[in-house]
């Protein structure tokens, strides 16, 4: 950690997030956290109880879900590192953890218990015969 006022090389540095989202209040941040509610809904419809016949396609789907997620958490994370002390960037970083626990806790979950489900040779099997 450098002590205040020391020199590091960074100074004049400015992270360009406009590549994720264009600002804080951008629309698309609403919508993506909508749309990863509803593609984790869809995603416990389309596989839970399924896993052991559907696993690789189960597996990229959450993949895209998880690409989804990670590209809202990067921006809010490092908005919330820029602007550590503003109230509302907080507040979007807030509704998209509670979004996110929502949905896992709701959707997501029956992956870990499914996956312990499957037998040793069922899962060997599906990893030798499944393109992913």
């Given at each position: 950690m450098s002590a205040v006022g020391e020199i590091t090389g960074a100074e004049g540095v400015e992270w360009d997030l406009t590549d994720l989202y264009t600002h804080i209040d951008d629309?698309?941040?609403?919508?993506?956290i909508?749309?990863?509610?509803?593609?984790?809904?869809?995603f416990h419809r389309q596989?839970?109880?399924?896993l052991a016949d559907r696993l690789?396609?189960?597996?990229?789907?959450?993949?895209d879900l998880i690409c989804l997620y990670a590209r809202l958490r990067i921006f809010l994370d490092l908005s919330v590192r820029v602007e550590?002390?503003?109230?509302?960037v907080q507040q979007r970083q807030g509704q998209l953890?509670?979004?996110?626990?929502?949905?896992s806790a709701n959707y997501l979950n029956f992956m870990d218990h499914e996956l312990a489900q499957i037998?040793?040779?069922?899962?060997q099997s599906l990893c030798a015969t499944d393109p992913v």
């Open positions: 629309p698309q941040i609403d919508k993506d909508l749309l990863l509610e509803q593609r984790a809904a869809g596989f839970a109880g399924q690789g396609e189960a597996l990229t789907a959450e993949a550590s002390t503003d109230e509302h953890n509670e979004s996110f626990s929502r949905s037998n040793e040779s069922d899962y």
